[in-house]
């Protein structure tokens, strides 16, 4: 298997949730030693500023479907990732409280 293969490999990895950031890097050291600094193909990818949505999420899978799959991009993509995880982590948090602030004032007027 080629560098190519491998980070095609990685990119497979972040969209189904089964490496970290911190294992992405280590494999991307690991490729970068076995085949050189030039093992992932170069793309030059414009970012987009937070705050990030799934759409641009969407997007960023569809440009790595195309090839897209240089270090920065696999860097980026993770980034975006973990970033859609913990915002629904915080907005699924805040929901919860709302519906018992909600709930408490409901039975605070019946009592």
């Given amino acids: 298997m080629g560098a190519v293969e491998e980070s095609i490999q990685l990119e497979n990895k972040i969209?189904?949730?089964?490496?970290?950031?911190?294992?992405?890097?280590?494999?991307?050291?690991?490729?970068?030693?076995?085949?050189?600094?030039?093992?992932?193909l170069p793309y030059n990818l414009v970012k987009k500023e937070k705050p990030w949505g799934k759409d641009y999420y969407?997007?960023?899978?569809?440009?790595?479907?195309?090839g897209a799959c240089s270090k920065e991009f696999l860097l980026h993509i993770i980034e975006v990732r973990d970033y859609l995880k913990t915002r629904t982590k915080i907005i699924a948090g805040i929901s919860a409280l709302v519906v018992l602030v909600v709930v408490g004032a409901i039975i605070a007027c019946l009592i």
């Fill in 15 to 40: 969209l189904s949730n089964k490496i970290s950031k911190k294992q992405l890097v280590k494999e991307i050291e690991s490729i970068e030693k076995k085949y050189g600094e030039d093992a992932f």
């Fill in 58 to 66: 969407n997007e960023l899978v569809l440009l790595g479907n195309a």
